[in-house]
C-alpha cells in the first residue's frame, strides 16, 4: 500500500520536470525570431518546412465555417476520385442556393439577430480567362446588350433582403439576409459555356465557370466589409435542355465502364456543397472608352479621335502592376499571394509582412515552395519583367489617311509644321494566330469572336490568311497598318495587315 501511494507522487515530480524543462525550451523564442534578428537559415530549418505539403494540416482544422451554400442541381458522375466536382446547369434556368446557418453554439454571437450579405458571382474557372475577364465581359455585353450573365428569380426566393444587381457588373449580385432565419436564393446564369471559346463551328469544348459566394459582416461605420466566409463551386452552362443531354452521357458512359475503372469516378451527388475558398478580390476596371462602334464604312473600327496626336491618340489601359510593397501588412500580403495565384502558401507565410516576403532570398523561396513554385513566386516578389518574344506595331489605315489628308493640306495652305502617325505595340509570346486575334480584341476593346479572319497582304495586293508558321517568321518591331472589313456575317469582321 506504501508503494502504491507514492507511484502518483512520483509521476507528479516527473511531470512537474518535464513542464519546467519544456518552459525552459520555449524561453526566449520571441527575441530569438524578432523582426530584425532572426537568421532565415534558421527559419527554414523549422520541421513545418521540412514537410511535403499534403503532410500539413488541413485548413479548415480549427476554423470556424460559419455557413454552407448548397446548389440544388447534380453533380457529374464523369468526374475523377479528388478532383473538384463539376455541375451542368442550363442556361437561364432557375436554380436554388440554399444558405444554412452552420455556426456552433456561441460561435460569432456578434452576428446573432442581424443581417449579413453575400455577393454572388459567376467568374471564369481558367486562369487564362480570368486574365482578360474585363475584355470578355465587355465583348459579351456588346454582343448581348441588355442581358445580364448572372440574376436573382426574386420572386422564387426567400428570405433574401434588398437584392441588388449594379448594371455596370454583369456577372454579380448582392442581397442581405437573416442566418436565424430560412434564405433560398433562386439564380439564374444567362451566358453559356461556349461563348467564350475562340473558334465557333460546332462541337466546341465549352469552358467552365465558377459560382462564388462571398459573405460579409457589419462594421462598426455599418458597412458590409468584414468577411465572414467564401465558397464556390465548379459549373458549366448550356443552352435550354443541354444540361440534361449532357448528364445523361455521362451517366451512359460510366455505366459501360468496368467496375475496376468506375472506383477511379466520385458518384453523381443530388445536391452540389460549394466548398470554402479564398475571397474574391475587388478589381476595380478603369475604362473611360466607350463601347466600340461599327459603320457601314470600309474601316469600320476607331481606335481615336482627333488629329491622331499623342494628346488626342488614347493607348490602351496599361496593365495593373501589383508589386507587393515592404509597408504591407500582413493581411495584405496574403491578398497580394491570392491574387497573384500564390494560395497553397497562404498559410506558410500567414505572419509575414510584405518587408518579410521581400527579404527572402532565391534559394529560401526554393526550399519553402519547391523549385517551380518558388523561381515563379521569387521573380513576383521582385517584380521582374518578362521580355515578349515578339513586338510588332500597328496603325488604323483611316486615321493614316485622314494624316495623310491634313498634311497635304497644311502644305497647300503654307503650313510647314509636319505631322506623324501614331501606331500601338502589340507584343506575342505564343506566336500564334489565335493569341494575335486576342491582341487585337483587346487593342479594338472587342470579343475576340468578332474578328472572323486575319489576313497579311501580299504581292500585287493579294490576301495571304495568317497562320501560325507565318507568324513565327514576322520580323522583330514590324509595323502594319490594320484595315478592316465587313464579314459575310454579321458583327464580324476581317483584318488585313499591310
Avoid at 537568421?39 to 455557413?67: R, T
Avoid at 494628346?311 to 489601359?317: A, D, G, L, S, V
Amino acid at each position: 500500500m506504501a508503494w502504491a501511494l507514492k507511484l502518483p507522487l512520483a509521476d507528479e515530480v516527473i511531470e512537474s520536470g518535464l513542464v519546467q524543462d519544456f518552459d525552459a525550451s520555449l524561453s526566449g523564442i520571441g527575441q530569438e525570431l524578432g523582426a530584425g534578428a532572426y537568421s532565415m537559415s534558421d527559419v527554414l530549418a523549422l520541421p513545418i518546412f521540412k514537410q511535403e505539403e499534403s503532410s500539413l494540416p488541413p485548413d479548415n482544422e480549427n476554423k470556424i465555417l460559419p455557413f454552407q451554400y448548397v446548389l440544388c442541381a447534380a453533380t457529374s458522375p464523369a468526374v475523377k476520385l479528388h478532383d473538384e466536382t463539376l455541375t451542368y446547369l442550363n442556361q437561364g434556368q432557375s436554380y436554388e442556393i440554399r444558405m444554412l446557418d452552420n455556426r456552433k453554439l456561441g460561435e460569432l454571437p456578434e452576428i446573432n439577430g442581424k443581417l449579413v450579405k453575400s455577393i454572388f458571382r459567376v467568374v471564369f474557372h481558367d486562369r487564362r480567362l480570368q486574365y482578360t475577364e474585363h475584355q470578355q465581359l465587355e465583348g459579351w455585353r456588346w454582343n448581348r446588350p441588355g442581358d445580364r450573365i448572372l440574376d436573382i428569380d426574386i420572386p422564387m426566393s426567400v428570405g433574401i433582403i434588398d437584392p441588388r444587381a449594379n448594371p455596370t457588373q454583369l456577372n454579380t449580385v448582392e442581397f442581405l439576409w437573416d442566418p436565424a432565419k430560412r434564405t433560398s436564393v433562386f439564380i439564374q446564369v444567362h451566358c453559356i459555356s461556349t461563348e467564350f471559346t475562340m473558334r465557333k463551328h460546332g462541337g466546341e469544348k465549352g469552358v467552365p465557370f465558377r459560382v462564388q459566394i462571398d459573405t460579409f459582416k457589419e462594421n462598426e461605420n455599418g458597412e458590409y466589409t468584414e468577411h465572414l466566409h467564401s465558397a464556390s463551386c465548379q459549373i458549366k452552362v448550356f443552352k435550354p435542355k443541354g444540361a440534361d443531354r449532357k448528364q445523361k452521357t455521362d451517366r451512359e458512359k460510366m455505366e459501360k465502364r468496368t467496375p475496376h475503372e468506375k472506383e477511379k469516378y466520385q458518384p453523381s451527388y443530388e445536391t452540389t456543397i460549394l466548398t470554402e475558398c479564398s475571397p474574391w478580390p475587388e478589381i476595380t476596371y478603369v475604362n473611360n472608352s466607350p463601347s466600340p462602334g461599327f459603320n457601314s464604312s470600309h474601316s469600320s473600327f476607331s481606335l481615336g479621335e482627333g488629329n491622331g496626336s499623342p494628346n488626342h491618340q488614347p493607348e490602351p489601359p496599361p496593365p495593373v502592376t501589383d508589386n507587393l510593397l515592404p509597408t504591407s501588412t500582413p493581411q495584405e500580403a496574403q491578398q497580394w499571394l491570392h491574387r497573384n495565384r500564390f494560395s497553397t502558401f497562404t498559410r506558410l507565410f500567414t505572419n509575414f509582412s510584405g518587408a518579410d516576403l521581400l527579404k527572402l532570398t532565391r534559394d529560401d523561396v526554393i526550399q519553402i515552395c519547391g523549385p517551380a513554385d518558388g523561381i515563379r513566386l521569387f521573380n513576383a516578389l521582385k517584380g521582374r519583367m518578362v521580355r515578349p518574344r515578339l513586338t510588332i506595331y500597328v496603325c488604323q489605315e483611316s486615321l493614316q489617311l485622314r494624316e495623310q489628308q491634313q498634311q497635304q493640306q497644311k502644305h497647300e495652305d503654307g503650313d510647314s509644321n509636319g505631322t506623324f502617325f501614331v501606331y500601338h505595340a502589340i507584343y506575342l509570346e505564343e506566336l500564334t494566330a489565335v493569341e494575335l486575334t486576342e491582341k487585337i480584341a483587346q487593342l479594338f476593346s472587342i470579343s475576340p469572336q468578332q474578328i472572323s479572319q486575319i489576313y497579311k497582304q501580299g504581292p500585287t495586293g493579294i490576301h495571304v490568311l495568317i497562320s501560325d508558321e507565318m507568324i513565327q517568321n514576322f520580323q522583330e518591331e514590324a509595323c502594319f497598318i490594320l484595315d478592316t472589313m465587313k464579314a459575310e456575317t454579321n458583327d464580324s469582321y476581317h483584318i488585313i495587315l499591310k
